[in-house]
């Protein structure tokens, strides 16, 4: 599956407005479940994100047989 970086754009501009949200239901002081939700939604789509980009530098790094990035990318996976 390819991934253009304008659909990651779109993704990351929902995710804002999810994030904005969030701000707004703190600071309204709402239910503690429907704030754990949305930052639970918030997480899921930042990771759902993250995966589409990874994919995408990893298989330009392997089109290129690049072993320098595709090292530097393992490396920062492996740290979170």
Known sequence: MEVHMDDVILRLK???GQVQGLIRMIEREEECEKVVTQFQAVKAALENTFSLVLNRNLQNCLSRHDAES????IKLI???
């Open 78 to 80: 492996s740290k979170h």
């Open 70 to 73: 595709v090292e530097k990318i």
């Open 14 to 16: 929902k995710i804002s």
